[in-house]
C-alpha cells in the first residue's frame, strides 16, 4: 500500500488518527468506511457523507442504512 500512495501528493497513510477530529477538519468532504457503527455516527454527526465499503457481519446492514437515510452510498 505505501507504495502505491508513494507518489500521490494529497494521500497520507497513517497506522492510527483521531477519527473525531478527521471528521471536523473542513478539507475532509467525504469519508470513506468499513461501515461500522462507530464511524458511521461519527460522520454523520460531522455532517460528511459516507462511502461505506461492508465486509462483514453487521456492516452490510449499517451499509444499507445510510443509504436508506441518504446519509451516503
Not at 32 to 45: C, P
Amino acid at each position: 500500500m505505501a507504495e502505491l500512495a508513494s507518489n500521490v501528493k494529497n494521500v497520507y497513510l497513517e497506522s492510527w488518527v483521531p477519527q473525531v477530529d478527521l471528521l471536523g477538519h473542513p478539507n475532509v468532504k467525504a469519508f470513506v468506511t468499513h461501515g461500522g457503527q462507530n464511524s458511521i455516527i461519527e460522520t454523520v454527526y460531522a455532517g460528511k457523507p459516507v462511502l461505506t465499503i461492508p465486509c462483514f457481519a453487521d456492516q452490510f446492514r449499517n451499509a444499507a442504512m445510510v443509504e436508506k437515510k441518504g446519509f451516503g452510498i
